[in-house]
T-cell receptor, first 111, second 112 residues
Framework: GENVEQHPSTLSVQEGDSAVIKCTYSDSASNYFPWYKQELGKRPQLIIDIRSNVGEKKDQRIAVTLNKTAKHFSLHITETQPEDSAVYFC??????????FGTGTRLQVFP | ETGVTQTPRHLVMGMTNKKSLKCEQHLGHNAMYWYKQSAKKPLELMFV???????ENNSVPSRFSPECPNSSHLFLHLHTLQPEDSALYLCASSQRGIGELFFGEGSRLTVL
């Protein structure tokens, strides 16, 4: 089955700096790669996703890149703000219905 | 109520008790899921139901028994649990093929 590894486990940045979180997956047939954000005490929520037919997707300050050959994908957050502080989870699946999540990255943005 | 709701929000049970977690989605989705969230494995897939049919059992011990009577309701029946089963149990729903999971707020389970 699919296995997803995520790094780093914790990340601290100064407000305004960029943050990058990386994930690798094992199943070469995986074709859907979402990212979820979980604020303290709240439920995970989708922030961006990418499918295997594209290499990059951007939504304002957030972007995701995918390298299918190397089986890794990354989340990029630019101009970080304190409200970006949360745990971020990457995930992968062969179809959209059985998401396997990474172990999460705790991002802290200091003012 | 809108979205995905879970009850109870908190549950404390002994190892010999039998209890159930309930999940209800008001989004018209056709797939529902149980995930376990703990410090060791932050988001671990347990069960997947598509159109009320179980399509995934991710090697979950039999002391966890899911039930999906219709596409809007999902239960997780618990019996003879172990202290290591203490965790946050998250229910989610989605529309098959679309991808986005909508999570409930979770049921925090403590097994004494």
């Amino acid at each position: 089955g699919e296995n997803v590894e995520q790094h780093p486990s914790t990340l601290s940045v100064q407000e305004g700096d960029s943050a990058v979180i990386k994930c690798t997956y094992s199943d070469s047939a995986s074709n859907y790669f979402p990212w979820y954000k979980q604020e303290l005490g709240k439920r995970p929520q989708l922030i961006i996703d990418i499918r295997s037919n594209v290499g990059e997707k951007k939504d304002q300050r957030i972007a995701v890149t995918l390298n299918k050959t190397a089986k890794h994908f990354s989340l990029h957050i630019t101009e970080t703000q304190p409200e970006d502080s949360a745990v971020y989870f990457c995930a992968a699946s062969r179809d959209t219905d059985k998401l396997i999540f990474g172990t999460g990255t705790r991002l802290q943005v200091f003012p | 109520e809108t979205g995905v709701t879970q009850t109870p929000r908190h549950l404390v049970m002994g190892m010999t008790n039998k209890k159930s977690l309930k999940c209800e989605q008001h989004l018209g989705h056709n797939a529902m899921y149980w995930y376990k969230q703990s410090a060791k494995k932050p988001l671990e897939l347990m069960f997947v139901y598509n159109f009320k049919e179980q399509t995934e059992n991710n090697s979950v011990p039999s002391r966890f028994s899911p039930e999906c009577p219709n596409s809007s309701h999902l239960f997780l029946h618990l019996h003879t649990l172990q202290p290591e089963d203490s965790a946050l149990y998250l229910c989610a729903s989605s529309q098959r093929g679309i991808g986005e999971l909508f999570f409930g707020e979770g049921s925090r389970l403590t097994v004494l």
